[in-house]
């Protein structure tokens, strides 16, 4: 019987491997996401303690299916513009403004009033809005995101504190932020904090606590704080990714030094980024003397990761599971542009023109941050 398990075990991969592969060739580029990994992802989270609230981060992903999913499953949604938090209102007509959460920053004014008519909670990034605008926020609850002064992540890019980020209202800035919230008659229900994305070490959410509840004794009206997302994933074979159940520890630490407080955290990428892979048909091949290149059906218009920050995607021939890797070569993508790689010096079985390559950990900010450059549509998208 065990050799029966492992035969059904091999043959259902096999199955699977296939079924990739008929998608790949069938659409040239397609993102694939798995609703079993989206939903053991979704309930890790809300199952760690201390946590009152997890927010989607729905910037990583905003197709609709996970966001009913992820609302079926408790997570409210923390957007960014207007206009994620009228797809998710469109999306799941049902869910309750208080799981809305708008965090813009540098948005103009009409956003901001809008927001506060709607009901759903409103974070100021900035003491511009309480300076220039105090008449939207009277009476109003609030949030403020505070700069923590250290930022963190997996590249300059993606780190959100420190005076050469445009994010949060600095520490030295809150007796000013107190004064024009009084000035304004806003009340400070809840603080907020991120400090960057792709965050390996839980130290980062101890830190981010302690620097925010340290705020409450100055902001007494202050019931909710969010931790921010960034929790990072594992994108390269053997990394290891953040541990939940350390997590999870410091949370309910955090959490038993402060009873009174709700805690929120707002991750995007972990939620989805290994849920989601993107498939893409070779297209052709070149050799300049040593170097090789597999070029395939789609590019930086899909997964602009790598050239943006020079990410990380682990790549597999699908259709040459079983050959050896024996060839180093760059992948790329049909895009007018050198940057347009998905990756450089990776170990491939020989490819051949129509094979379907798989680029993993793709379901964060893959499809999301795509665009139609040189007028190619990028991946279409696939739930399984
Ligand atoms: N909260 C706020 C206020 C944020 O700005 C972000 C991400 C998140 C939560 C979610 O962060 P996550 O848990 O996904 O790390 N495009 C980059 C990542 C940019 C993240 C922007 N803000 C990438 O592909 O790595």
């Known amino acids: 019987p065990k050799d029966k398990a492992a035969l059904e075990l091999k043959q259902w991969w096999h199955d699977r491997r296939n079924d990739l592969i008929a998608l790949g060739r069938e659409h040239g580029a397609a993102y694939v996401y798995d609703r079993a990994t989206l939903t053991a992802k979704a309930k890790a989270l809300r199952a760690l303690p201390g946590i009152e609230g997890v927010f989607y981060a729905l910037k990583a992903n ?154 409450t004794a100055r902001f007494k009206d202050v019931r909710i704080v969010d931790l921010g997302g960034g929790l990072g994933v594992p994108e390269r074979l053997g990394q290891q990714g953040v541990v939940l159940s350390e997590f999870g520890e410091t949370l309910a630490a955090l959490k038993a030094a402060h009873p009174k407080l709700t805690l929120w955290i707002e991750p995007g990428r972990y939620l989805v980024a290994e849920a989601g892979v993107l498939l893409a048909q070779v297209t052709q091949l070149k050799g300049k003397g040593e170097v090789h290149y597999v070029g395939v059906a789609t590019g930086m218009n899909s997964l602009i990761r790598p050239a943006l920050y020079g990410a990380h995607h682990e790549i597999v021939n699908l259709t040459r599971l079983d050959d050896l890797p024996t060839e180093v070569v760059n992948v790329v993508g049909p895009i007018c542009e050198s940057g347009d790689t998905l990756g450089t010096d990776r170990l491939l079985p020989p490819t051949q023109e129509g094979d379907v390559l798989l680029f993993a950990t793709a379901g964060a900010y893959g499809r999301a941050m795509s665009s139609t450059y040189n007028l190619r549509e990028p991946a279409i998208e696939v739930l399984v």
């Open 62 to 215: 905003w197709h609709p299916e996970i966001i009913k999913l992820f609302a079926e499953l408790g997570l409210g949604f923390e957007c960014v513009s207007r206009f994620e938090v009228e797809h998710v209102m469109k999306t799941v007509p049902s869910l309750s403004k208080q799981k809305i959460l708008f965090t813009p920053n540098f948005a103009p004014r009409a956003e901001y009033e809008w927001a506060v008519e709607q009901g759903i909670w409103v974070t100021l990034d900035n003491l511009h809005p309480l300076k220039a605008w105090p008449e939207l926020f009277k009476g109003r609850d609030v949030f403020i995101r505070i700069d923590t002064g250290y930022g963190r992540g997996h590249h300059d890019k993606v780190r959100t504190a420190g005076v050469h980020s445009k994010f949060g209202v600095p520490l030295f800035e809150m007796d000013e932020l107190e004064r024009l919230v009084k000035a304004a008659g806003a009340k400070v229900v809840g603080l907020h904090a991120h400090t960057g994305s792709g965050v390996f070490s839980v130290d980062n959410w101890k830190s981010v606590g302690d620097t925010l509840t340290a705020l």
